[in-house]
């Protein structure tokens, strides 16, 4: 259930919540020897990771789940299959990547998936065949997704599928096409992908030297961004929005503010003076999770420990990303 509500977050643009709940899972299902859930927790983990920009990180996920090697066909390492793909395109291995996509639609298929909204995995492999000059199969691809998803009828689908033909296609209707895909995906709970649309329509409208649009637009794809914890995503649009002539901060916001709720809510506990296992026991959540968030917090804070913790937090009036 916890790995489940993991892939929910990540549909809806909670990095933070996936990642926290995807750690959970793995560790939970890991302390008690049940390995079959795995794979499916490591999945949505990796994924997390990706968002977050931490792609070492999320290799280091895809080893620890013993399948990084040969991942055999099954319910419970599909998945998987689907993450490594979306990792190797993200870390420049992008034919080996297009493989693994294209090799995971067929098995769903098999297994009697293949409903759009249940993996995107079309859109993002047309746009990794677009990254190596195959534009004619990506077109395809792409077309292809989107008719699947107005079958479905679901925005979240349909926006993905827009965007993806837009940057396929490229030229001068490509801004009027990701503003389609934008418009779409606001009348979705896709947090994330509304804010891919939006930076990719700022690039697209900088390019046509329509710079006062584009600021508009990379602004807000940064916030939506932010609020997501997608920092990769975040990172991209920042730079988009100064070569366009805006100015934005530090994605990550300075002191307090760089912690997500959930860090937030460990560095309150641990200021207090609880252990970890007492932390852990008032959140539900493992000590390895609370361990993580801690590091996170220091780093963040650019502390040594939690004796400076109550302090930190004492002296700065944060806005919390939620």
Known sequence: MTAYRAKLSLRRGAVDEAEEDARAARELLAGHGIRLGIPIASAFLIEALIERGELDEAEQSLRGSGLGGEIQPGLTTNFLLEARGLLRVASGQ???????????????ELWGGGNPLASRWRSHAALALYALGDVERAYSMASDDLER?????????????????????????????????????????????QARALTDLGAALRRS?????????????????????????????????????GRSSDPEGTGVEQLTASERRVA?????????????????VTRKTVETHLGHVYRKLDISGRGKLARVLADQTPTVKS
């Open 209 to 245: 030297n329509r710079r006062a649009e584009a600021r508009r637009a990379l602004q807000d794809g940064l916030d939506v961004a932010v609020r997501c914890g997608a920092r990769a995503l975040a990172e991209l649009a920042g730079t988009e929005l100064r070569v366009a002539g």
């Open 268 to 284: 309150e506990l641990a200021a207090e003076g609880h252990s970890n296992p007492e932390i852990a026991q008032a959140l539900f």
């Open 149 to 193: 998803a107005r079958h479905w009828g679901a925005a979240s689908g349909i926006g993905i599928a827009r965007r993806a033909i837009a940057l396929v296609e490229g030229g001068t209707r490509s801004v009027d096409r990701l503003r389609e895909a934008v418009e779409v995906l606001e009348g979705s709970p896709a947090r994330l992908e």
């Open 94 to 108: 992008t034919r080996q990547g297009v493989e693994d996509l294209v090799e995971f639609g067929r098995r769903d």
